[in-house]
Structure formats: C-alpha cells, structure tokens
C-alpha cells in the first residue's frame, strides 16, 4: 500500500510565500512522476507542476517564475515551493505520483489527501 502524504499548507497573505511536501511511503520498487495539483471550489482539478524521476519539469503558466517543484528521490518526496501567492491560488492542493509496485509491474497512479493553501488580499 502506498501512502502519499502531504504537509506545509496554510493560510498566508498576497505576496507571501509558502513550502508544501509530499513523502511517499509503503512498499514500492520506484516512483515514475510526481506531481502537485490544485482544486478551487466549483473548478475542476489542474495539473500545477510536475517532475519526472529525472529532475524534468512541467507547469502550468499560471505559476511559471513564482512556483518551483522539486524532489529528493531519497527521500521519495516532492516539494512544491510557491513564491508572490496571489488570491487566485487558493485552493486545495494535491500530491500526485505514479508508482511501480514491483520492478516488473506498470506504474499506478496515487493521490494524496489534500491539502488547504488560502491566500489573503
């Protein structure tokens, strides 16, 4: 079984910065890509950022120049640093990785249970 659990969320105010962390534990052979989505009520979850087992980035324009994610495979977690909040990114936050159970088996994807980031005017 395979846990993602995440940690750093909060209430900050506009141009304030906070460090959200993902650690992921159970029993696995290697974690493929991590990610961190956000959901704000009545929107549908989107793709944040995301990093492949290689250090490779994604994210969406939204937060390009304020939010950086980044991993320690040692660790098996993925941080998502995230600088000048703004109001629009309130939301709950989500850790996202797809995991090998086994070395011969396909990736599964996995879900952490959220956490609140509230930004203030």
């Known amino acids: 079984q395979v846990q993602l659990l995440e940690s750093g969320g909060g209430l900050v105010q506009a141009g304030g910065s906070l460090r959200l962390s993902c650690a992921a534990s159970g029993m696995f052979f290697r974690i493929n890509d991590m990610g961190w989505y956000r959901q704000a009520p009545g929107n549908e979850r989107e793709l944040v950022a995301s990093?492949?087992?290689?250090?490779?980035?994604n994210s969406a324009d939204s937060v390009k120049g304020r939010f950086t994610i980044s991993r320690d495979n040692a660790k098996n977690t993925v941080y998502l640093q995230m600088n000048s909040l703004k109001p629009e990114d309130t939301a709950v936050y989500y850790c996202?990785?797809?995991?090998?159970?086994?070395?011969?088996?396909?990736?599964?994807?996995?879900w952490g249970q959220g956490t609140q980031v509230t930004v203030s005017s």
């Open positions: 996202n990785a797809d995991v090998r159970l086994y070395s011969y088996s396909t990736a599964r994807n996995y």
């Open positions: 990093i492949t087992s290689g250090g490779s980035t």
